[in-house]
């Protein structure tokens, strides 16, 4: 089933349905008016928003239900495994998946009024944290006892505790600190049914499987996900930035995986492909945009869609055109609406490596120094040059900057969108170039390599197009994505690295999971029975 039949599915709350929901939860906690149905219709996926812009291509939910407390939470779902209706749990939608897209009408269950930090155990570095807590505000909640969370998603300032852990999602700082499956150690979730079941806050345990793994990425599957149980840290306050730059990608990840194989844990990875390396290391520190009133240069047609740095497509097309010299400025647009050129031009680029930012932090100077030392030695041995702190420092003073620079491409009719996967270090060259190969034909292809690990790593690519008709953009941005996910399947890498799977990446998880999947939707039918629970997502029915 294609995700555009999968979003035609018709069927809904029934109007005696929506009745007793506002009985049972109260009449101010449901919401059915047209305004605030369209703004549960979506999450900030490219798929919501190419969707949106056709009347037929998007569902609202039904009716929005605002529970107070966990006992409205079973109370919703109650009502919802005896009448039928689906359910989607939503947190701040801020997900890039269609994972809050209804597409079976139905409920979409707020729970941003879970908003609790429950309890503080600051000697066994434990947080009980209730589901719809925001990312930022938990963080300063717990820096003002002197601890840290150290999960900095992008969007952290826009999502919620919940939708983490749902999502099995990683923040800025995973390869220190892990993803936040590391993080949990015990979830409280209601089932379908209404149950209430929680896990023991054990450290570790040998008691057959493991329920928050069960629950831990379930998407709003198996039921809903209402407080968990974190891992913490001491605020660390030492940090350091260093930065190194590399003649080819194949030597700088070399340098890092053998820092990481050799002990060394930075706080953050980020190793960027040349074309990314080009907009970054050479723009020195990000100029701000300009606001509406103040007037632009002669980039202003084109800026607002560039997502990928605070460089404006002009400034990348100069640069292009200093290094290519048959590119001329009356080129930008049909370039743009071209992409598949723009990457053949992008790989004639001469003297362009690749820049390493490296952040360091903990508690004890010896230790970070030590940590530092490890990395430097190993970027001075595959031939990374010293390049100071300042593009680290860079990074991170602007490293929650771009994901809010994206609505201009869809403004004027196109696209942008990106693909985070991971495999191990030996098959990580191979997933880079067949990915990027296969999304070239569709889209403008960045890359760069985060979330770095011992015994593997994520590739995190930005790929974007230019289109005038919606139907035009839609199909490129499928097309892309059926390229890309194929090069992904048939590498063995995993789909999604972070972001989750919702609705875009269902088929190519199913070809991933192979007879997995199918043992998936037994359980899915064992503890929801009735399908109520957030229907299509994770390539189930």
């Given at each position: ?7 035609a ?8 349905s ?8 109260g009449?101010?906690?449901v919401?059915a ?6 703004a549960y ?11 949106f812009?056709?009347p ?7 009716a ?7 006992a409205g939470?079973?109370?919703?779902l ?5 009448r ?10 801020s997900?890039v998946c269609?994972?809050?897209i209804?597409v079976?009408g139905?409920?979409?269950l707020d729970?941003?009024?879970l908003d609790r930090?429950l309890?503080?155990d600051?000697r ?11 990312g ?5 909640a ?7 969370a150290?999960?900095?998603p992008s969007?952290?300032?826009c ?12 923040g800025q700082l995973?390869t220190?600190?892990g993803?936040v499956?590391d993080?949990?150690?015990a979830?409280e ?6 149950t209430?079941?929680?896990?023991p806050?054990?450290?570790?345990a040998?008691?057959g ?5 069960l629950?831990?990425g379930?998407?709003?599957l198996?039921?809903?996900?209402v ?13 350091l930035?260093?930065?190194h730059e590399f ?21 953050a ?9 080009l907009?970054?290391?050479?723009s020195g520190?990000p100029?701000?945009?300009?606001a ?10 084109l800026?607002?869609?560039w997502p990928l ?9 100069r640069a292009?055109a ?5 590119l001329?400025h009356?080129a ?28 360091f932090?903990?508690?004890?100077p ?10 430097r030695?190993?970027c ?7 390049r100071?702190p300042?593009?680290?420092?860079t990074w991170?003073?602007n490293r ?7 609505s ?15 495999t ?9 170039d067949r ?5 070239a034909p569709h889209a403008?292809?960045?890359a760069h390599?985060s ?12 790929f974007?197009?230019?289109q ?7 199909a490129?941005h499928?097309?892309?994505?059926e390229?890309?996910l194929?090069a992904?399947?048939a ?6 690295h ?9 088929e190519a ?18 503890l929801d029975?009735?399908g109520?629970?957030?229907p299509?997502?994770l390539?189930l029915?």
């Amino acid at each position: 089933m294609t995700v555009d039949s999968r979003l035609a599915d018709r069927r809904g709350l029934d109007p005696e349905s929506l009745a007793l929901l506002r009985e049972a939860l109260g009449e101010d906690l449901v919401d059915a008016r047209e305004v605030t149905r369209d703004a549960y219709a979506r999450d900030l996926s490219a798929l919501g928003h190419l969707a949106f812009r056709r009347p037929d291509g998007l569902r609202p939910p039904d009716a929005v239900a605002r529970p107070r407390d966990v006992a409205g939470v079973q109370a919703v779902l109650r009502l919802a495994n005896e009448r039928g209706f689906a359910v989607i749990p939503f947190g701040a939608g801020s997900g890039v998946c269609g994972g809050t897209i209804a597409v079976r009408g139905g409920v979409a269950l707020d729970l941003k009024g879970l908003d609790r930090i429950l309890e503080v155990d600051r000697r066994s570095l434990l947080v009980r944290v209730q589901a719809g807590v925001n990312g930022q505000l938990f963080e300063e909640a717990l820096q003002r006892e002197g601890l840290t969370a150290a999960h900095h998603p992008s969007s952290i300032t826009c999502s919620t505790v919940g939708g983490w852990v749902a999502a099995r999602g990683a923040g800025q700082l995973s390869t220190r600190y892990g993803k936040v499956e590391d993080m949990v150690v015990a979830l409280e979730v209601v089932l379908p049914d209404g149950t209430l079941v929680a896990t023991p806050p054990a450290p570790r345990a040998a008691t057959g499987p493991d329920w928050n793994q069960l629950f831990t990425g379930s998407e709003g599957l198996l039921g809903v996900i209402v407080a968990a149980t974190l891992r913490v840290h001491r605020l660390p306050p030492l940090r350091l930035f260093r930065s190194h730059e590399f003649p080819d990608l194949t030597s700088a990840l070399e340098a890092v995986r053998e820092g990481l194989q050799r002990g060394a844990r930075p706080a953050a990875v980020r190793l960027y492909d040349p074309l990314d390396t080009l907009l970054v290391a050479r723009s020195g520190d990000p100029r701000p945009v300009p606001a509406p009133d103040q007037g632009v240069d002669d980039d202003a047609p084109l800026a607002p869609w560039w997502p990928l740095s605070r460089v404006s497509p002009g400034a990348l097309l100069r640069a292009l055109a200093e290094r290519v010299p048959d590119l001329r400025h009356g080129a930008e647009r049909a370039l743009l609406a071209r992409p598949e050129l723009l990457n053949r031009l992008t790989a004639r680029i001469p003297g362009v490596g690749c820049l390493l930012v490296l952040t360091f932090e903990g508690h004890d100077p010896d230790l970070v120094g030590a940590e530092e030392a490890v990395f430097r030695r190993a970027c001075e041995a595959h031939g990374g040059e010293d390049r100071g702190p300042r593009p680290a420092e860079t990074w991170w003073n602007n490293r929650l900057a771009v994901s809010f620079k994206q609505s201009g491409v869809y403004a004027m009719g196109g696209f942008v969108d990106t693909m985070e996967v991971a495999t191990s270090w030996t098959r990580l060259l191979e997933l880079h170039d067949r990915v990027r190969a296969a999304l070239a034909p569709h889209a403008l292809v960045m890359a760069h390599f985060s979330h770095a690990y011992a015994d593997g790593c994520s590739i995190y690519f930005t790929f974007a197009a230019l289109q005038g008709d919606p139907d035009d953009a839609r199909a490129r941005h499928a097309a892309a994505w059926e390229a890309g996910l194929g090069a992904v399947v048939a590498c063995g890498a995993a789909v999604s690295h972070h972001h989750g799977v919702g609705l875009l990446k269902g088929e190519a998880l199913r070809a991933s999971h192979g007879p997995l999947h199918d043992l998936l939707a037994r359980v899915k039918g064992t503890l929801d029975p009735r399908g109520v629970m957030n229907p299509g997502k994770l390539g189930l029915p």
